[in-house]
Each structure stands twice: as C-alpha cells, then as structure tokens.
C-alpha cells in the first residue's frame, strides 16, 4: 500500500514537472522565438535600448533558458532575488516568478484572487453536489416517474447550455429585469458574509447548473447499479425500512465513483473558473490569468497554470489513493 | 427500459423548447422597455449635438467645505505610485495628492495655466535654454524635512537610471544629458552627495538652474510633470520607493495595498499656505482598484462611491440609464472631448502607400461618423476629427483638407486617387488593430470603408500589449507583415501641439524598436514645423507654425484623424467642484469634495 | 486516473462495455435501436438542416437577410449606437434586427456562424479521433514502454488548464506561419487548439478497449497467421473500437463546440469580421444583452440548440450501439 501511494505521488510529481516544462516553453521559448521580447513590453512607451537592457537584466531574460528554468524551478522551493544590477526585490518561496506589470511575486497575486475562485467553487460545488446527488437518487428509486423524466430533461438542458450563456442570461434577469440584486460584484467574506453569499448566488447556480446535470445523471446510474445489488435485495428481505435500504445499503457503495468525479472537479474548478469569472466580473485566478495572458505578463501566466495544474494532479493523486483504500482490486500487486 | 429512455429524452426536447420560449419572452419584455430608453436617448439627440468640440469651462456643484471620505474607485491600479516612473494620465492627476512640482497647473475649468507650485513663479528664459526656479518657504516633505533644490535635482537624477527608475517619461534625460558623457543616474554616480548631473545647477537650498542641450519652450510643462516631485535621497529605495513615495502634497500615503486599496490622510506637514492649487478638502481618500467596470458604474450610480479614476467614461449599460434621465445626465456627469486623438495610420513604407494618391483615396474613402459609432457615438465616443491636433490643446486650430458629405466618405474622389495611384481596380492590405474592446469595431469599419473602393482590407489584430511595443512599433515588423494600415491613438503629456505630435510625426524619430512614428512619416516641412515651433517665443508667430504643422501632416494622409475621444463620467450626488482640466485629460482630482 | 470534466466538459467519459466483435450485426442492429430513438432522429434531422443551413449559408441569407459583414449605419441610433427601434431593430428585412454599433443583420451572422462553430468543432473532434484511436491502439496493443509514454502523455495534457494553455498558444501564434495565412490559419489554429487538448479522452477508451481486445482468440488467431502489428491493429483491432469512437466522437463534438465558442468569447477566436457564435456573445456581453437582449439570445440558444441536438443524438448512439454503456 505504502509503495502504492508513494509510486502515485511520485507519478504526480513527474506530472507536474512536465507541465512545468510544457509552460515554460509555452510561455518563454515560444514568444522569444517569434519575435516577441517581453522586455520591451514592460519599459513603459517608447523606451530607450538601455532601459529594455535593465528590464532584461532585471527579469533574468539575458541568460539561456536552461539556467532562466532552473531558477524559477529553485525559486519555487527556496526562493529567489530579482536583480537589475542597482535593484533587487527578494521574492520568497514559494515564488512563482514575478508579475512583470505589477511589479510583485506572482504567489500574491495569486493569494489575493484565491479568495474569489475558492469562494465561486466551493459554494458551486456544495450545491452542485447535493442537488446532483439528491435528485439522482430520487430519480433512480422513483425510476421512469415525472420526476425522473424531468430531472433527465433539465439535465440535457444543463450540460448543453454554455456558462457564459446562462451567466449573461441570468444577469440581464436578476440585475435588469427583476432587480434582486442591482450590482453583482465579489464581497470579501470576512467584510460581509451576508452580502458575500448574496452576491455569488447567481455564479453559483450558473456553474452549478452544468454540474448538477452530470451529478444527477451519474448518481442515477450509480445507485441503479446498486440497487440491483444482492445485498440491497437481502437487506430488503430482512424487512428493513425502505429509508434504511436506500440510504445505508444502497447510496453509500454508490457515492464512491461520485467522490472520485467530484475530487477531480473540484481540482479543475480551483485552477478558475475562467468563463464563470470572466462573465460576472470576479476577479479570480481565471481572470487575472486571462488578463496575464492578454498582456504578455509570462510569469503570471506560468505561475497561475502550475498552481492549477497542481491542484487538477494533487485532486487526481488523493482520488486514486482513496479508491486504492476503498476497493483492494484497483492496488496493482 | 429503452422506451422510457425515449420519453426523458422527448422530455429533454420539450423542455428546451420551453427553455427558448421562456426566453423569447424575457426578450419581448427587455425590447419593450429599452425600446422606451432609446426613444428619450434619440428625442434627446438634438440637445447633445453631433460634434461640440472643445474643452468645456462648465464647473459642478463649487463648493469650499471640507471633510469627509472621497471614495474613488478603479478597475486596476497605478503602473507606479512613484512619481518618476508613472505613465497613465489618470495617475499623474492622483499623484496631485502626494506630490508638488516646481509648477503645476491652475485650478481652472478647461485650459489652465501653469502657475508656480514649489517655484514662486512660472519663469521664461529668453533663449529657451536656461530656466531658473526659486523656492518657495516652509515646503517641507511629510515628515517634517524641508524641500530643498537638491532633493528636486535628486529626482531629476533618478530619471536617469533607466535600469532602476524606468516607466515614465524620459524628456529630461533628452534634453538635460550630455551625449557625450551620459549621466549613468544617482544610484551609479561617483559623486559623493549622488548630485553628479552636471546640466542642473543648484546654487543654494532655494535655486535651481536647468542647462538645456536645445531651445524647448514647453519647458516649464516638463516641470510640471510628475517626474519632477522632489524626492529626499535619504528615503529612495530606488525600485520600491513605489510601494512607499514620501509625500510632498496635502495628503499621504496611510494604507497601500497593491491592485486593491491605497488610502490617504492628510499630511500634517502640508502648508496651506504655502499651495495656492490643492484645494484639498476631504479629510481622507480612498481608492479601490480592481473592480469590474460595470460594477464601478452601479456604485457610482447607487452613489456608495464617488467617482472612477480611470475617467475613461462610463460602460454600455450606465450610459443607456444617464441617457434616459435628463437630470442624472445634467447633475452627475461631465461628457468632455479629452484631447485623445483616435487615427488611422497608413504606412509610408509599405506598397502601395508609398504613393500619396493611395494614401488621399483611404482619407476620402473612410465614412468617420462609421468611426464615432464604433467609438460610441458622439456623447459616449467622440467628436469626428479633422485634424490631428485636438481642441483641449494650446494652438488647435479647426480645418479639413478631405471634406466629404456629413463626414460620411466620398467614394468618387477616393477612385479618382485610386486612379492617380496606378490602382484603379483596387489592392489588398492588412490592417492591424488592438484584440480589444472598441478598435476592434472600429478596424470592422475601416474595412467596410474601403470595401466600397474595392480595397481589400484583412484585419490583423494582436494583444493590447504587443500591439505598440511589437505589433506597430517595430518597422521591420510592419514590412515584413505588409501592414498597410494600422489603428492608433494618441493623448499628449501636456496640453501642447509639441507634446501631441514630437513622438508621433517627427520623420528623425523612426526608430528601430519602439517607434511610435508608425506610418514612418518623414516630411521635411513637418519636421522644421516641429523645431521652429518649439524655438518660437512669439505666440502669434507659434499660431501659425503649429496649424502649418497640423496642415503638413493631415495631407500627407500619413496619419488620417478619425475621432476626439470625449468620455462620459459619472460622479456621485456629493462631489464637489467638478470640472475638466485639459492637463490631464479628464477631471480635476486636486479640488474635489464631498460636502454640499 | 479518470478524465476530469472541465468546466466546459459535457459529458462524464463512462466506460464504455466491451463491444461484440461481429462488426456487420452490430452496426444493424445498432441502427434499428437508433430508428426507435425519436430524439435521437429529431436532433440527427436538425443537424443535417443545420449542416445545409451552414454550407448554404450565402443562399440563405440572400433570400432572407443580408450579406454578414454590411454594415447599416441608418439603422442605428446616432446618439447611442444602438439600433433604431423595439428588439433590436427586427423587421420583415432584418428577421432577428441588427447589432449595435455596425447595424450587421443578426439573423446572417448567427447563420454564418454555424459555418465557423461546426467546421471548427468537426475537425477538431475528427483530428481528436485520429490522434486518439491511432495513439490509443498504439497504447493498448503494443503496451510496455509505449503504454506509460502514452498515458503519461494524456495524463499530462489532462492535467494542464486547457483553456488558458489555449488562449496563449492563439495569442502567440503570428498572422503568417505553416504556409497559412489569414482566416485559414486562424480556424487551423483553434482546430488545433482544440484537438489536441481532446484527444485524450478518445484515446483512453480506445485504449481500454484495445486492452480487453488484446487477448480475444481472433486476435490471437490472426497474429498466429503471420499478421504484423499494423495489420492486426488496422484490419483487427479497428473495426471492433469503431463502435465506441463514434459515439464518443459524437458526445466530443458539442465540447468542441463549447470550446471554439468560449475561445471566441474570450477574444481569441476566428478573425474579424467573420461571424462567429461566441464572439457575438461577446460583443453583447459589454453591456448590450441589457439594453437588447436578442443580442445574446439569438447566438446564445443557437450554441443551446446545436449543443443539445449533439448530445440528444450522441446519447442515442451510445444506446444503441454500446448498450451497456448508457442507462
């Protein structure tokens, strides 16, 4: 077991090594290649040589990508100075690189939009996993009944329906239509939490809406399976209550494929969610990673995509470790 | 099984139908109820004009009572809090909180003057070279030290040492170094008191010389320049001094929190008497940044916030709402033409506009009103423009040397030019636009345009970022890539036809890699109109070179004016003394308050 | 590790039920069960409308509209750029009205812009099933070294944030490259963008299924008459992962979609002024879905539509041919 989870964990460290590679050249090698040199983009308007030779200094772009790689790698575990010769601004581990525009460590731009993203997809997923769940049951013991039908239907409908369709929709309603809540914008939880649920409702039932399709249709089939389970028919045979049936012996081998989907999503949703952010306005780490990427800031871009990459590997890792301990079978020997 | 698995998917079929019903219904309702918004916004048109061009003198609500919290808002943040290294105009008129130069502007709607603000007067120098300052008494920095003329040559300094202090403007290095032996900046200067600049003398704690290498009459607006804040050398932390700027203005810096709030208090230091500008009147600001931009619109309307720093005018939806109420339009918003130009530059260098005539048939061609539509229209867009030199500026002077009906383009002479040209049928060319917001639109029309002359036009539109820096900026890019033509847009560092067109005509200053004389223009009567221009002291003498200028490269159809941006803002029912400046471009942060 | 649906990742991969390997019976019978589906062969009669509708997109709107990229300027209110008028401007001459700013008629450019969202969509989902059949075989059949370098591959690609990796391979790629230019490259860039970010979930099924393959007797019986591995994987393996490529092919095509959509949307889509579904979205997202809302609704319930007739009809196809796999 000990070596299964270690070989595991190593896999997802290869894993996002790769990635890092992936983002680097992405990032780094490729625009260098085409023409693009990052640090005319930051030295203000019409800069002269050499200020652009202090911005490069200073941003580390003189020096071969194998050492600029090297660095950012060692800076993630130790830290690292950004030094223009007259100038040098420390950046601590865990630094990510540092923000070109902002002129601060991508790791607190990153702290500083966390707040939002963890805000969006937590709610979003509590809902989403209870209603999916929920009405998944539901529809698997009242199977082929209005309910189910329904639920079958809306689900079609959720997972067809774009984020950035049903964002704007459910905007124009709750802000210009209806006036529920005239200006959707982020609320800082410890500034208000009242006012910090109220504003994300709307985003949370927008990206909830896709997921809950696929909740619903997943538990539906899951607790179909174990309905049809000996154990499950033994356990109505001893004349338990139906409730008991349902919930104990029924639901609960059924949530395991659940929580698998569900780790993975929600590793996947604290990378940003970029539509859900873009449309309403938050600014969470899809959003400042848009904006990174729009204005050339290369190290926000890599440092946003590694910690999301980190987060989709780390959920897949703890998932696969879960189910080793759950089910022996998956252990390889 | 497989039955029902037909009916939840017919159910899924019926559903949707419900789903696009229910929707057009919500569409019927939104149709109606804009469709009521549009007819006022239309009924009002004849009230707004087509094209009120000009700085507006108008001043809301004046008022001199102090106190209470200015809450201004942004959707992103300074680029630099310190003084040398800042470039975005709506962060020069901020800095009026923390900072004072030798001269600043007056505290007057539409074109101010400069007056004396550190300096006791606005000096003249008969040659244009030689300017001296003398300081006021009992300026003191914010703990308490006094400003001395070596603190402002200091900073003079910093602006050197591109390697550290880099962003900002560079027009002291270009007319105070000496290019034989180039100051290396104050961190690399082998002087001991780091006062190594030979160009800048500084007699005694009171005076201050400036040595120019060449005549510039715009002197004194470089002054006026941020760039020129005093900074105490003890307290310069080179590149971070912009996290902490010690202050020199009425208020201080209590609280910075980058990309979400910086918070000011009010210097104790600061002598009233000593400023005649800073009207100073809220006992404390606060700016909160990284905001959504519609988000911004709804708390200035719901009147939680004051006003956007950004003054780059208010989104689609806001403006719907103002344009439907008359009042809110009358009380809360200003709607000035900002000095920011919009144009067309169509590129020297790059076949077939080598020849003039191809050039004159795009001037005629474009339908501008096309162009003010895709800016916004004339309250929320701009005024259609002729000239490249705009009505907030010293010397504009109104003309239009490609007149067509309503604005609107003139197919036949553009096929005449065509014809003139060599290309009667037409060519195919690429035109390069920004990837965001509105240019985008307006690169949409340009093509439309054109089309109408059987110019092929493919449009190329690259990240904001690039677009300057690599995209347009670099010559050999342009070539390579065969951009015929390319969306632009200029806003001058001060209110001068010097500042609006020595970086964007000047034929000497193509450079290799960030040229901002993008169509690589070099004609000779353009550029002995820009060095006679700033040698002039004789205003009626600089009148006439300055729209010869204007003249000279309107017909070259090098650069072709499309639109005066005018931004429409919005304030909260508090806001005091609201009024324009053309010094910045926009309102005047320095005299607002928020008690009636 | 399982794929992980993405914020624009419609359907959950479930694994899909060994396939019989007579082919001929399978695909008849398949298609029998397909018949009986009535949304099914709603949703297939709908897309080969739409399909019509897109190639014959110029016939269209010469009949009912006008050409997408005209601009009508008299249509417009000077004052706001709105356009003149209730719901958005509609009328006789302009069935859906016109967008702000330019007065395009709506109705040609959401016809127009099925031609972009499908093009794109079907060849990234075909450039996808290639990649994916031919690298999962690869994986399952010959396993060992090969199998970990290829699902170390897909584990890697579905672990990156597609759509920002995305955005910044469209945002760096030049105006001119691999002999492309103009709106060919731009559309050869997405579908890139796009299947290569896919192919993975294609090439785990293949793989999985070519595993369980793997040790059937005719396989067995093939390679013991002498086949090499191309032809046992080409003549062999196949025709028997046809079957569930297809269907899975088919449940790709709408996160294709999706995708092209959402890369528009955000701004990096086909060039302008080609008509394109997202970046209609987009253009009404700056504010104008609240002055007229038929500028979102109408690209917006033409993705819903398109998007849900894919499912409708990729949910059938899995009944039918893979009846394990769907409930």
Redesign the interface.
């Known amino acids: 077991m000990a070596r299964f989870i270690l070989g595991r964990l190593i896999g997802g460290i290869v894993i996002l090594w790769l990635v890092s590679v992936l983002a680097f050249v992405l990032f780094f090698v490729v625009p260098k290649a085409l023409g693009n040199n990052p640090a005319v983009l930051f030295a203000g308007r019409s800069p002269d040589p050499a200020t652009i030779a202090g911005v490069t200094r200073k941003l580390g772009l003189d020096r071969s990508y194998v050492d600029q790689y090297w660095d950012f790698l060692r800076g993630v575990f130790v830290g690292r100075h950004f030094d223009s010769g007259s100038d040098r601004s420390w950046c601590p581990a865990p630094c990510l690189g540092y923000s070109f525009r902002n002129d601060q460590p991508v790791w607190s731009e990153i702290v500083d939009a966390l707040p939002v993203t963890a805000s969006l997809s937590i709610g979003a997923a509590v809902l989403f996993l209870v209603v999916g769940v929920s009405t998944g049951v539901i529809s698997a013991v009242r199977r082929g009944g209005l309910f189910d039908r329904i639920a079958a239907a809306v689900s079609l409908a959720g997972v067809s329906l774009p984020v950035y369709f049903t964002g704007l929709l459910l905007l124009l309603l709750v802000s210009y239509k209806w006036h529920i809540i005239d200006n959707v914008h982020y609320v800082d939880f410890t500034h208000n939490p009242a006012l910090w649920a109220w504003n994300l409702i709307p985003a949370w039932l927008v990206l909830s809406l896709l997921y809950t399709a696929n909740y619903q249709r997943l538990t539906r089939a899951s607790m179909i399976e174990t309905l049809g389970e000996d154990y499950v028919r033994t356990a109505r045979a001893k004349g338990l209550r139906e409730r008991t049936v349902i919930g104990k012996h029924a639901l609960r081998p059924a949530l395991t494929p659940i929580v698998t989907i569900f780790g993975l999503d929600l590793g996947v949703l604290f990378g940003g969610a970029i539509l859900t952010e873009h449309t309403f306005g938050f600014r969470g780490l899809g959003a400042i990673s848009i904006d990174a990427v729009n204005t050339q800031d290369l190290p926000v871009t890599m440092g946003v995509t590694l910690f999301a990459a980190f987060f989709i590997i780390l959920a897949n890792v703890l998932v696969d470790v879960t189910y080793a301990f759950i089910d022996p079978r998956v252990r390889p020997s | 099984m497989?039955r029902?698995?037909?009916?939840?998917?017919?159910?899924?079929?019926?559903?949707?139908a419900g789903?696009?019903l229910a929707?057009?219904g919500?569409?019927?309702?939104?149709?109606?109820s804009?469709?009521g918004?549009?007819g006022t916004?239309?009924g009002?048109?004849s009230s707004?004009g087509?094209s009120s061009a000009g700085a507006s003198d108008a001043l809301l609500h004046p008022s001199d009572k102090s106190g209470g919290t200015l809450r201004a808002l942004n959707d992103s943040?300074c680029d630099?809090w310190d003084p040398a290294?800042t470039?975005y105009a709506n962060c020069w008129d901020q800095q009026r909180w923390i900072s004072r130069q030798l001269v600043t502007y007056s505290p007057q709607p539409g074109t101010p003057k400069l007056t004396g603000d550190l300096a006791t007067a606005v000096p003249t120098s008969s040659d244009l070279k030689t300017w001296t300052y003398t300081l006021k008494d009992g300026i003191t920095f914010a703990d308490g030290t006094p400003i001395t003329s070596k603190d402002i040559k200091y900073a003079v300094e910093r602006v050197f040492?591109?390697?550290?202090i880099?962003?900002?403007?560079?027009y002291l290095?270009d007319y105070l170094d000496d290019p034989s032996a180039p100051y290396p900046?104050p961190?690399?200067d082998t002087d001991p008191n780091k006062l190594g600049l030979k160009s800048v003398e500084t007699p005694d704690d009171k005076t201050i010389t400036f040595h120019l290498n060449k005549p510039f009459a715009d002197w004194n607006f470089v002054m006026a320049l941020p760039g020129v804040t005093p900074v105490p050398k003890a307290k310069d932390t080179?590149?971070?001094y912009?996290f902490k700027p010690v202050s020199s203005g009425p208020y201080q810096i209590e609280k910075y929190t980058?990309?979400?709030i910086i918070t000011f208090v009010r210097n104790p230091h600061w002598d009233p008497k000593t400023d005649t500008v800073n009207k100073a009147l809220p006992d404390r600001i606060e700016v909160t940044m990284?905001?959504?931009?519609?988000?911004v619109d709804?708390?200035l309307l719901?009147n939680s916030a004051d006003f956007y720093v950004g003054q780059t005018g208010v989104?689609?939806?806001?403006?719907?709402k103002i344009?439907g109420d008359p009042s809110l339009r009358k009380d809360r918003t200003t709607n000035d033409v900002t000095g920011f130009i919009r144009y067309l530059s169509v590129m020297t260098q790059v076949k077939p506009f080598d020849n003039v005539h191809c050039r004159n048939a795009v001037a005629y061609a474009l339908?501008k009103?096309?162009q003010q539509?895709?800016r916004?229209?004339?309250?929320?867009?701009g005024a259609v423009a002729t000239t490249m030199l705009t009505p907030p500026l010293k010397y504009y002077k109104s003309f239009d040397l490609f007149p067509t009906a309503g604005s609107k383009g003139d197919v036949a002479k553009a096929k005449q030019e065509l014809t003139a040209c060599g290309q009667p049928n037409g060519f195919s060319t690429?035109l390069a636009s920004r990837?965001?917001?509105k240019e985008?639109?307006q690169?949409?029309?340009v093509?439309?345009s054109l089309a109408k002359i059987g110019v092929k036009v493919?449009?190329?539109?690259s990240?904001?970022?690039?677009y300057?820096?690599?995209t347009i900026?670099i010559p050999a890019?342009v070539h390579k890539?065969g951009i015929g033509l390319a969306m632009a847009a200029w806003g001058p560092d001060w209110p001068t036809p010097y500042a609006m067109l020595s970086?964007i005509v000047d034929g000497r200053k193509i450079?290799p890699?960030?040229?901002?004389n993008y169509a690589e223009l070099n004609d000779p009567a353009v550029n002995s109109g820009l060095d006679d221009g700033i040698a002039t002291t004789d205003e009626a003498k600089a009148q006439r070179i300055w729209t010869d200028t204007d003249k000279a490269v309107v017909k070259s159809a090098a650069y072709i004016p499309l639109v005066y941006d005018k931004a429409l803002n919005l304030f909260s029912d508090r806001t005091t003394n609201i009024y324009f400046t053309s010094a910045y471009g926009m309102a005047d942060f320095a005299q607002f308050g928020v008690v009636k | 590790m399982t794929a992980p649906p993405g914020e624009m990742m419609v359907e959950s991969v479930a694994a899909p039920a060994v396939v019989q390997p007579e082919g001929r019976s399978l695909w008849r019978s398949g298609w029998i069960r397909l018949r009986r589906d009535k949304p099914a062969m709603i949703s297939g009669v709908f897309l080969i409308l739409l399909a019509l509708i897109a190639i014959f997109a110029p016939v269209m709107v010469s009949l009912l509209g006008h050409p997408p990229n005209e601009p009508h300027y008299d249509l417009l209110d000077p004052n706001t750029a709105a356009p003149r008028g209730r719901f958005g401007g509609m009328s006789w001459h302009y069935l859906l009205g016109v967008e702000p700013v330019n007065g395009r008629d709506i109705f040609s450019r959401t016809v127009y812009g099925a031609r972009v969202s499908l093009l794109v969509a079907l060849l990234a989902t075909a450039t996808a099933v290639i990649i994916g059949t031919v690298l999962g075989m690869l994986a399952g059949y010959l396993g060992g070294l090969w199998d970990t370098i290829i699902a170390r591959l897909m584990d890697l690609l579905l672990s990156v944030p597609s759509v920002l990796f995305a955005i910044a391979i469209v945002a760096v790629i030049p105006n001119k490259a691999f002999g492309l230019s103009g709106s060919g490259l731009r559309i050869g860039v997405l579908v890139f963008v796009i299947g290569i970010f896919a192919w993975p979930y294609i090439g785990r099924i293949v793989r999985g299924q070519v595993l369980s393959l793997r040790e059937r007797e005719f396989i067995e019986a093939s390679r013991s008459l002498g086949a090499g591995t191309f032809t046992v994987m080409f003549r062999e393996l196949l025709p028997n992962v046809a079957a569930p490529v297809l269907v899975y092919a088919t449940l790709l095509i709408p996160t294709n979609i999706l995708n092209e959509a959402a890369l528009s949307y955000l701004g990096v889509g086909v060039r302008p002024p080609t008509a394109s579904w997202g970046d209609s979205l987009a253009v009404a997202s700056h504010g104008w879905y609240s002055i007229e809302p038929i500028f979102m609704l109408a690209p917006g319930l033409a993705i819903f539509a398109t998007v849900l007739a894919f499912n409708l009809l990729g949910d059938g196809l899995r009944d039918a041919f893979d009846p394990r796999g769907g409930r």
């Open positions: 497989k029902r698995a037909n009916l939840i998917r017919m159910g899924a079929l019926a559903a949707a789903l696009v929707a057009c919500g569409s019927s309702g939104g149709g109606g804009s469709g918004s549009n916004s239309s009002s048109s707004n087509t943040d630099y290294r470039y040492a591109t390697d550290v880099n962003g900002g403007p560079t290095i900046g961190y690399k080179g590149a971070n912009t980058p990309n979400k990284g905001l959504d931009l519609d988000d709804n708390r719901a989104q689609i939806s806001a403006q719907n344009l339908d009103t096309a539509l895709a916004g229209g004339p309250v929320g867009g690429t990837s965001n917001g985008v639109a690169a949409e029309a093509q439309a493919t449009i190329n539109k990240a904001p970022s690039q300057f820096s690599s900026g890019n890539n970086s450079l890699a960030g040229n901002s």
